[in-house]
């Protein structure tokens, strides 16, 4: 399926964790089509950062820097944003900042929910809901299958936990107040993503340009571990098929939906560091020989269920996904204008073909 841009013209969208990663790039392909995006989020998380290099803020509705754990900012927020369709992405998404901070991570990751689904109670206007957790939300068994949407929740490190946690709050909710009142709520679960414009600590890629940008040595901590790699886009245009499909037929499509990488994506540590070790001459790396905090070795996800019944499926591969990424950064370094640069990738992905 693709992505009707029309849909999206003139929506009122309210997009929590705008200033993000993910959010960024949400907000600004929501604003190319024409909707109507008010944003609800903290300052950016780090200096540079995705929403201020490309400007994301230009063309917004409104701008709101307030935190979900504020429960009576966030309602009053929506009420005046009086949003059709709403995306969930703020949290506090490090697995090792939640060993250090656990209940920063639950208060936002778990409670921050609760407090949104109170405020979409009381808004009239919500039509859709698309909470975005992670694919670390599984009860994780370090097997080589893929997880699918109906394995059990769990979460060994806090930030896994608390995900599987809003998981359960969603169907919660879902069940008990907001399909009754007419309003549709899905859960998306995503892999691990890439792309330009990421400058988040304990991250692999942006690890290692702030390692090649500084001339050193990238330090990694797990070479053998296995997650399902995607360009940011990916996910994304996953997260925008569901909202269209919940709006024209919300009780089909209330569920949980994972939309990961080809299978063939899902490659080690030592392997994507191997390969962008390739295409930069006299970069290099080396293992962090120090005792590491848990972290899950093998995660997969099982998409089967996205492709058959939303008609969703990844559009770049992985090397294709890793090369826009530097070319993102290679152009941020040159200075050239990131808000043409990253609408024009979000127009090629557009325009590039589902694969067979």
């Keep these: 399926m693709e992505i009707n841009c029309e849909f999206w013209q003139g929506k009122r969208v309210f997009l929590t964790g705008h200033t993000g990663f993910k959010g960024g790039w949400l907000s600004l392909w929501l604003q190319a089509m024409g909707a109507e995006v008010h944003g609800y989020s903290l300052d950016p998380p780090t200096e540079p950062n995705f929403f201020t290099t490309v400007g994301v803020r230009k063309d917004m509705a409104s701008n709101t820097i307030a935190d979900t754990r504020d429960a009576s900012a966030l309602v009053k927020a929506m009420q005046i944003a009086r949003p059709d369709i709403v995306f969930h992405l703020a949290a506090q998404s490090l697995v090792r900042y939640s060993y250090a901070e656990p209940m920063e991570t639950y208060a936002i990751n778990v409670m921050g929910t609760v407090n949104l689904f109170e405020a979409v109670r009381k808004s009239p206007t919500v039509k859709v809901v698309v909470n975005v957790t992670t694919d670390k939300c599984y009860e994780n ?191 941020w370094r040159q200075g050239e204008n990131m808000y043409q640069r990253t609408l024009e990738q979000i127009t090629t992905y557009q325009k590039t073909k589902l694969a067979a």
């Design 141 to 331: 068994r370090e097997w080589i299958w893929p997880y699918r949407e109906y394995e059990p929740m769990g979460g060994h490190d806090p930030y896994s936990n608390s995900k599987a946690c809003s998981e359960l709050i969603t169907s919660a909710y879902r069940k008990s107040f907001l399909q009754k009142s007419g309003v549709a709520i899905a859960s998306a679960r995503a892999g691990n993503v890439i792309g330009g414009g990421d400058w988040a600590p304990d991250r692999l890629i942006p690890d290692f340009l702030r390692a090649i940008d500084a001339g050193q040595v990238l330090v990694i901590r797990s070479p053998n571990a296995v997650r399902p790699w995607q360009h940011v886009l990916e996910p994304l245009s996953g997260y925008l098929v569901l909202a269209e499909k919940l709006f024209s037929d919300g009780s089909r499509f209330s569920e949980a939906w994972n939309f990961g990488s080809a299978n063939e994506d899902a490659r080690t540590v030592g392997w994507i560091v191997e390969y962008l070790i390739a295409s930069i001459p006299g970069a290099s790396w080396q293992l962090d020989t120090k005792v590491q905090l848990h972290e899950a070795n093998h995660l997969k996800l099982d998409s089967s269920k996205a492709q058959t019944q939303l008609g969703w499926k990844a559009r770049w591969k992985l090397q294709t996904a890793l090369e826009k990424t530097l070319e993102w950064h290679t152009c």
